[in-house]
């Protein structure tokens, strides 16, 4: 498939990058700064600020699912706002272009007791919280879509780390997987296994969806 791919270089979107090249997938990398990719078969690198792009559409011309890993910085002072703003401009690009859309959020809209969400957690960590709020408040704005736009967002386990690849994962939608110890975990790796299968098989149209072990 042809894929445009928004955040490659992130944490989430570096291993997109390398999960959706090895399975023979074409990937345009939209990159501030695409002199950070190396160079590598089936990459196409271009530099594309979503924030001041006028015409962001135009880079999903032949592509048949945008990716997006987009992340305004988390040292950004203007991370909410900002965050936001990038998504917007692509979600409304994606709508242009009638390309389906998948959003990689966050775990704090997971719902971890009835009526509340994780984000709303005393123990919720301060530093995570203005991305957290901004992720929620974008998954609000997809769902009152009235469009045709195809999106899917995803949520990851609450606790994702570095590690190898699996291959596996195990699937949920509104509340945190959990494993028999009660941990919410995933390595940046197998999300990407996750995500990439939801590109090639979808299954979660205008849906949230969650995976961990």
């Known amino acids: 498939m042809n894929i445009a791919l928004i955040g490659a270089t992130g944490f989430v979107g570096a291993a997109l990058l390398n999960e959706l090249l090895s399975?023979?997938?074409?990937?345009?990398?939209?990159?501030?700064?695409?002199a950070k990719l190396a160079a590598r078969p089936g990459l196409e690198a271009r530099a594309v600020d979503v924030l001041s792009d006028k015409d962001l559409a135009a880079h999903f011309a032949g592509v048949?699912?945008?990716?997006s890993a987009y992340n305004a910085g988390w040292t950004n002072p203007q991370l909410h706002d900002d965050f936001l703003r990038g998504s917007e401009a692509i979600a409304a690009a994606a709508r242009a272009a009638g390309v389906r859309l998948l959003v990689v959020g966050g775990a704090g809209s997971l719902f971890v007791a009835p009526g509340q969400q994780?984000?709303?957690?005393?123990?919720f960590p301060a530093?995570?919280?203005?991305?957290a709020l901004a992720a929620?408040?974008?998954?609000?704005?997809l769902r009152a879509d009235t469009s045709t736009l195809n999106w899917?967002?995803?949520?990851?386990?609450?606790?994702?780390?570095?590690?190898e690849r699996s291959g596996h994962y195990r699937l949920g939608g509104e509340q945190p997987v959990v494993d028999a110890e009660g941990h919410s975990r995933i390595s940046?790796?197998?999300?990407?296994?996750?995500?990439?299968?939801?590109?090639?098989?979808p299954r979660h149209r205008r849906q949230r969806f969650t995976a961990a072990y």
Do not use: C, M, Y
């Open 23 to 34: 399975r023979g997938h074409q990937v345009r990398a939209l990159q501030r700064d695409p």
């Open 64 to 67: 048949e699912v945008v990716v």
């Open 118 to 123: 994780l984000v709303d957690s005393p123990a």
């Open 127 to 131: 530093e995570w919280k203005s991305g």
């Open 136 to 141: 929620r408040e974008l998954l609000n704005r």
């Open 152 to 163: 899917s967002f995803v949520s990851p386990a609450i606790h994702l780390e570095p590690g």
């Open 188 to 201: 940046a790796a197998d999300l990407a296994v996750a995500i990439v299968d939801e590109v090639e098989t």
